[in-house]
Structures are given as C-alpha cells and as structure tokens.
C-alpha cells in the first residue's frame, strides 16, 4: 500500500467511529410497559424515564418522572417541567438501557477497525503493494 491509503483508512475508521457513536446516542433506550392498578393509577415506584401514551393516542417521553398527586409530573424532552394527568394516562412504559445496543459499536469497531490496525502493523511500514498489469 502506498503512504496515500493511509489518510484513507483513518479517515474510515473516523466514519465508523462516528456512525457507531450516533447509533448509540440515538437507539439505547428499550421500552417496557409498566402494569398500571387500574385505569389512572400508577405506583409510586415509577422509572426515572418514561413513556406516556395518552388518551389521544399522542406520545410523551418525561425524564425524572414522579409520581404527585393525581399526575405524572417530569421534564419533557425539551428540557421544559411537564405534567400529566393520571384520568389521561393510557398506557405507561418505563425506558432501560438496552445491552445490545450500547455494546453495538464497540462490536462494529472491533470488527472493522482493529482487524485493519493489525494487518498494516504485522506487513510492516516499507510494504507496499505491486502494480498490477504488465
């Protein structure tokens, strides 16, 4: 390989590193319903992020969810305090961390990248490949 191949091959390892991280940051959060007492009634013992399907049909995702009074109180994804009412909760899901996904780029990186990382170190710094043709 000539000394051009070598911006090349950082610049992709570059490309996957980013693609994996944005894969990470945006699909880590596994959904599981959280059994509701009745129509309206949730436990004290809500996960810190979740998911509120409303009566609507509409969707909201609170952070730092509680549990006050006759609502579900939080801050929404913009960062801004909201709060909704237990009478129009229709469905409540809590977030978790999934496996899979968090060690999702670790697995790309390792078998993209680092195989490469060994193959040029293990054929030298003066290889280089032979002109094909006559």
Not at 40 to 51: C, P
């Amino acid at each position: 390989m000539t000394n051009r191949a070598t911006p090349l091959r950082a610049a992709c390892a570059k490309a996957v590193i980013v693609a994996s991280l944005a894969a990470f940051a945006t699909g880590c959060m596994e959904w599981t319903e959280v059994a509701m007492g009745g129509p309206g009634v949730v436990s004290d013992d809500i996960g810190s992020q979740v998911r509120i399907t409303r009566a609507d049909g509409s969707r909201i995702v609170l952070k730092e969810a509680t549990v006050a009074a006759d609502s579900i109180a939080g801050v929404d994804e913009n960062g801004a305090p909201a709060r909704v009412a237990m009478s129009d909760v229709q469905a409540l899901e809590e977030g978790q961390v999934s496996p899979a996904v968090v060690l999702m780029p670790a697995l790309i990186v390792i078998a993209i990248v680092v195989p490469r990382i060994f193959s040029k170190s293990l054929r030298g710094p003066d290889s280089t490949v032979a002109p094909a043709g006559p």
